[in-house]
């Protein structure tokens, strides 16, 4: 099994799939498929929670892209590129498919006492330690983003997971800077909460 995935990896010859692309040859676009398209839907699920909107997306963001690849820049790597376009195609359509008010993060965020002392402290003893079960914590993070309303979503997702610029992820959402930072502070704040949760009940 081993060889034949090198055997695979070997024969993937990308300028030589982009020019066949060009020139329209389906086989190539299967390959590309094949090779990307796993890594592409799991990039558009964490930014659209509905699996068809997720896959429509991909579908969305590989037909963009094959109108785009005379502007493609043979120096750049294609994963890098079709990455770029289904996080793109993701933030579009969660944007024109939104028809729920946005949910609250406040039941997310830390609970505070009268005398300023938060309500529930992270207790170590229930917590993962972020040296040695850093995998487990990543893994628990990555399933809770999900549960973040969307736009606190967008926003952890292009900053922290995509590590986009505080203006970059302005601009993609068309909001302003500020509320990109307070956003992020409370997505982040919300995902201990949900991580917290998730691995005491492991």
């Given at each position: 099994?081993?060889?034949?995935?090198?055997?695979?990896?070997v024969?993937?010859d990308e300028?030589?799939?982009?020019e066949?692309?060009?020139?329209?040859d389906?086989?190539?676009f299967e390959?590309v498929?094949?090779r990307y398209g796993s890594?592409?839907l799991?990039?558009?699920?964490?930014i659209?929670?509905?699996?068809?909107?997720?896959r429509?997306a991909?579908?969305?963001?590989?037909?963009?892209?094959?109108?785009?690849l005379?502007?493609f820049?043979g120096?750049?790597q294609?994963g890098t590129?079709?990455?770029r376009?289904?996080v793109?195609?993701?933030?579009m359509?969660?944007r024109?498919?939104r028809?729920?008010?946005?949910?609250?993060?406040?039941?997310?965020?830390?609970a505070?006492?009268?005398?300023?002392?938060q309500?529930?402290p992270a207790d170590?003893?229930q917590f993962?330690?972020?040296?040695?079960?850093?995998n487990?914590l990543r893994?628990?993070v990555?399933e809770?983003?999900g549960r973040?309303?969307s736009g606190?979503?967008?926003?952890?997702?292009l900053?922290d997971?995509?590590?986009?610029?505080?203006?970059e992820?302005?601009?993609?959402?068309g909001i302003?800077?500020?509320?990109v930072?307070i956003?992020?502070?409370r997505a982040?704040?919300?995902?201990?909460t949900?991580?917290?949760?998730?691995y005491?009940?492991?």
């Amino acid at each position: 099994m081993h060889h034949v995935m090198n055997a695979v990896e070997v024969s993937w010859d990308e300028r030589s799939v982009v020019e066949r692309l060009r020139a329209g040859d389906q086989d190539a676009f299967e390959e590309v498929v094949r090779r990307y398209g796993s890594r592409m839907l799991s990039v558009a699920r964490r930014i659209v929670r509905d699996e068809e909107d997720a896959r429509d997306a991909v579908q969305d963001a590989m037909l963009s892209a094959y109108r785009a690849l005379d502007r493609f820049e043979g120096g750049a790597q294609l994963g890098t590129w079709l990455h770029r376009i289904v996080v793109n195609t993701a933030l579009m359509r969660l944007r024109t498919r939104r028809r729920h008010p946005e949910e609250s993060i406040e039941p997310l965020l830390p609970a505070f006492t009268a005398d300023g002392h938060q309500a529930a402290p992270a207790d170590p003893e229930q917590f993962p330690d972020a040296i040695t079960e850093r995998n487990e914590l990543r893994r628990l993070v990555r399933e809770s983003v999900g549960r973040l309303p969307s736009g606190y979503r967008e926003v952890y997702v292009l900053r922290d997971i995509e590590e986009r610029s505080t203006e970059e992820t302005a601009k993609a959402l068309g909001i302003t800077a500020n509320a990109v930072k307070i956003r992020l502070h409370r997505a982040r704040q919300a995902l201990v909460t949900l991580v917290r949760a998730r691995y005491v009940r492991r």
